[in-house]
């Protein structure tokens, strides 16, 4: 126990037998009736037989330890960094993982596969369920499966509905970037107009032909992570849309594009502007000054933000770690990404982060959370990308070469639910790209450049062997040296520099820089004779990619 005690989780009428079942040191977890499965999260049904007989059961409190990461970056208060974030898998039934803290060990002694035993901690109302390494440690058991493998998924996609594609009803007319930079302290919404401003005048457009507006998460309190949505914007250019839409439960940060997509494929709209603004590096300084007031969480919410989990990172660096343990991939595989993403965006004058590195100075690099250092970690910045998304047929007539939509991909295939999903790649990537092949008849080999999500070097990684640029394990041998995913490489990746040196424009850049390099606008960085190319946006939840072509 510290000094300070950390915070406790916020206790509801639904999860109460969870946070309270340490008063007698016995875990308890929700079970179905009918097939005697665990049930986490709680649910009123089971995910597996769909009955409705939930009932909470008392288990034995061993588990399996099945990841864990040091953290180094992050903190709250009772809970000083370096702590030790953990995820283990219930020994009644794997399929329920909980996250959690290692405790009563010191990080060299854990070991994937290891048994934990629980111990419970009593913060306020709540008993935390922390493991420790068991006291009678059998042989280490190997490490359950994920729910769902890569090589089950093309079983799983969901046909076609009808031949008819609605990505064959439009186009991609206009792109637009506001200026790009770390703590630019100007109001978030002008970077929003300034960037719509410019994908207009890109595509020869007036703001009066302008009929729809999309955008990612929407409006909300996030904290540097929007300008406030599709008000905001209509509030400010007064642009009288028929049909809008804003929300985060959509395909990624560029989901937006594909709501457009299916607005304007069904007659709503005829284009579309979709933005996306971030002002996270400014949010972060004037908290700093004093100037946003920022209290600190006297609960928290949610199944990991009470062990410290408080980060995607903290999911990710543990899919890396079994990754890594799996796979044998290194810090130097994620470390080829990273040198990759720096060397395009010396090419590129809006990126953030342009001075050369090398693999000594990403290895050397503070630690934020293991195996995940300072350059594995996107870039706060300040900035918005805009994309005009028209029909087919008005695009043609416009002031640049339509860019046409190829395919999507989708579906959820995935537990949606950050620990309870698969298990070596970053979670919604695997069943979106699947999705995505099997709505086009082009294939991985066909793909000229790649402008995958790389929040994380491990991120882009992940899309790498989902989307089947090489096979899954393989990323390792693949990313070698750098050589494939350079810009005279079989997959040129990322040539603007990426989030990880461009700086963290969400998903939306991604696209931007697809559209430039298929248009042949991409100047030093182009990439020689680029028609085909592929977007992808977000991970963990939610997801989604777009292969786009230049061809009509």
Same mark, same amino acid.
């Given at each position: 126990?510290?000094?300070?005690?950390?915070? !406790?989780?916020?206790?509801?009428?639904?999860?109460?037998?969870?946070?309270?079942?340490?008063?007698?040191?016995?875990?308890?977890?929700?079970?179905?009736?009918?097939?005697?499965?665990?049930?986490?999260?709680?649910?009123?049904?089971?995910? #597996?037989?769909? !009955?409705?007989? *939930?009932?909470?059961?008392?288990?034995?409190?061993?588990?399996?330890?099945?990841?864990? +990461?040091?953290?180094?970056?992050?903190?709250?208060?009772?809970?000083?960094?370096? #702590?030790?974030?953990?995820?283990?898998? *219930?020994? &009644?039934?794997?399929?329920?993982?909980? +996250?959690?803290?290692?405790?009563?060990?010191?990080?060299?002694?854990?070991?994937?596969?290891?048994?934990?035993?629980?111990?419970?901690?009593?913060?306020?109302?709540?008993?935390?369920?922390?493991?420790?390494?068991?006291?009678?440690?059998?042989?280490?058991?190997?490490?359950?499966?994920?729910?769902?493998?890569?090589? =089950?998924?093309?079983?799983?996609?969901?046909?076609?509905?009808?031949?008819?594609?609605?990505?064959?009803?439009?186009?991609?007319?206009?792109?637009?970037?506001?200026?790009?930079?770390?703590?630019?302290?100007?109001?978030?919404?002008?970077?929003?107009?300034?960037?719509?401003?410019?994908? *207009?005048?890109?595509?020869?457009?007036?703001?009066?032909? /302008?009929?729809?507006? @999309?955008?990612?998460?929407?409006?909300?309190?996030?904290?540097?992570?929007?300008?406030?949505?599709?008000?905001?914007? &209509?509030?400010?250019?007064?642009?009288?849309?028929?049909?809008?839409?804003g929300g985060g439960e959509t395909f990624g940060p560029g989901g937006s594009l594909i709501s457009a997509m299916l607005a304007v494929a069904g007659g709503l709209a005829r284009h579309v502007l979709c933005f996306r603004t971030v002002w996270e590096a400014s949010y972060g300084e004037l908290v700093r000054r004093g100037r946003i007031a920022q209290e600190p969480p006297r609960k928290l919410d949610g199944w990991m933000k009470p062990f410290g989990a408080i980060s995607a990172a903290h999911t990710l660096a543990q899919n890396a770690q079994r990754h890594f343990h799996r796979y044998g991939t290194?810090?130097?595989?994620?470390?080829?990404?990273?040198?990759?993403?720096?060397?395009?965006?010396?090419?590129?004058?809006?990126?953030?982060?342009?001075?050369?590195?090398?693999?000594?100075? #990403?290895?050397?690099?503070?630690?934020?959370?293991?195996?995940?250092?300072? #350059?594995?970690?996107?870039?706060?910045?300040?900035?918005?990308? @805009?994309? /005009?998304?028209? @029909?087919?047929?008005?695009?043609?007539?416009?002031?640049?070469?339509?860019?046409?939509?190829?395919?999507?991909?989708?579906?959820?295939? &995935?537990?949606?639910?950050?620990?309870?999903?698969?298990?070596?790649?970053?979670? =919604?990537?695997?069943?979106?790209?699947?999705?995505?092949?099997?709505?086009?008849?082009?294939?991985?080999?066909?793909?000229?450049?790649?402008?995958?999500?790389?929040?994380?070097?491990?991120?882009?990684?992940?899309?790498? &062997?989902?989307?089947?640029?090489?096979?899954?394990?393989?990323?390792?041998?693949?990313?070698?040296?750098?050589?494939?995913?350079?810009?005279?490489?079989?997959?040129?990746?990322?040539?603007?520099?990426?989030?990880?040196?461009?700086?963290?424009?969400?998903?939306?850049?991604?696209?931007?820089?697809?559209?430039?390099?298929?248009?042949?606008?991409?100047?030093?960085?182009?990439?020689?004779?680029?028609?085909?190319?592929?977007?992808?946006?977000?991970?963990?939840?939610?997801?989604?990619?777009?292969?786009?072509?230049?061809?009509?």
């Open positions: 126990m510290t000094e300070r005690q950390r915070p !406790g989780p916020v206790v509801t009428e639904e999860n109460e037998f969870f946070w309270t079942s340490g008063a007698d040191g016995r875990l308890r977890l929700a079970e179905c009736g009918s097939c005697a499965a665990l049930i986490h999260p709680p649910q009123p049904v089971c995910r #597996y037989c769909h !009955g409705h007989d *939930i009932g909470v059961r008392a288990v034995s409190g061993r588990a399996t330890l099945i990841g864990f +990461t040091v953290n180094h970056r992050f903190a709250l208060p009772g809970l000083p960094a370096p #702590y030790v974030v953990a995820q283990v898998a *219930i020994e &009644e039934d794997p399929r329920v993982r909980l +996250t959690t803290n290692a405790v009563q060990c010191t990080p060299d002694e854990l070991e994937l596969g290891m048994r934990m035993e629980v111990v419970f901690e009593q913060v306020e109302d709540a008993w935390l369920p922390l493991f420790r390494p068991a006291r009678d440690r059998p042989a280490t058991d190997p490490l359950p499966l994920a729910e769902v493998e890569a090589h =089950q998924l093309a079983r799983r996609v969901r046909p076609m509905v009808t031949t008819e594609k609605f990505e064959d009803k439009v186009a991609i007319t206009g792109i637009g970037m506001s200026e790009i930079g770390r703590r630019l302290l100007v109001p978030p919404v002008s970077l929003t107009v300034q960037a719509c401003e410019r994908a *207009i005048a890109d595509a020869g457009l007036t703001a009066d032909d /302008i009929d729809g507006l @999309a955008t990612y998460p929407g409006a909300g309190p996030y904290g540097g992570f929007g300008e406030g949505g599709v008000t905001a914007l &209509e509030s400010a250019l007064g642009l009288e849309p028929t049909w809008y839409n290194t810090r130097e595989t994620l470390g080829w990404i990273a040198l990759n993403q720096r060397a395009n965006a010396a090419l590129n004058p809006t990126a953030v982060y342009r001075d050369p590195m090398t693999m000594d100075d #990403y290895l050397n690099a503070r630690p934020i959370t293991t195996p995940f250092g300072l #350059y594995d970690c996107d870039v706060p910045c300040d900035g918005a990308v @805009a994309v /005009i998304v028209s @029909a087919v047929d008005a695009a043609r007539d416009l002031a640049q070469p339509p860019v046409y939509v190829e395919a999507v991909g989708t579906q959820i295939l &995935e537990r949606l639910e950050w620990d309870q999903s698969t298990l070596t790649h970053e979670p =919604q990537v695997l069943g979106q790209s699947a999705h995505l092949w099997s709505r086009t008849a082009l294939r991985p080999e066909d793909v000229d450049v790649a402008e995958l999500y790389d929040g994380f070097t491990f991120n882009c990684l992940s899309w790498l &062997e989902g989307l089947g640029f090489c096979g899954i394990g393989e990323a390792k041998d693949f990313l070698d040296g750098g050589k494939n995913i350079a810009r005279d490489g079989v997959l040129p990746l990322n040539t603007h520099g990426g989030q990880l040196s461009h700086g963290r424009t969400h998903g939306m850049g991604l696209v931007h820089e697809a559209i430039t390099q298929l248009r042949g606008a991409a100047g030093a960085r182009q990439i020689a004779g680029a028609r085909v190319a592929v977007a992808s946006s977000g991970g963990l939840t939610p997801s989604g990619v777009i292969l786009f072509r230049a061809d009509g």
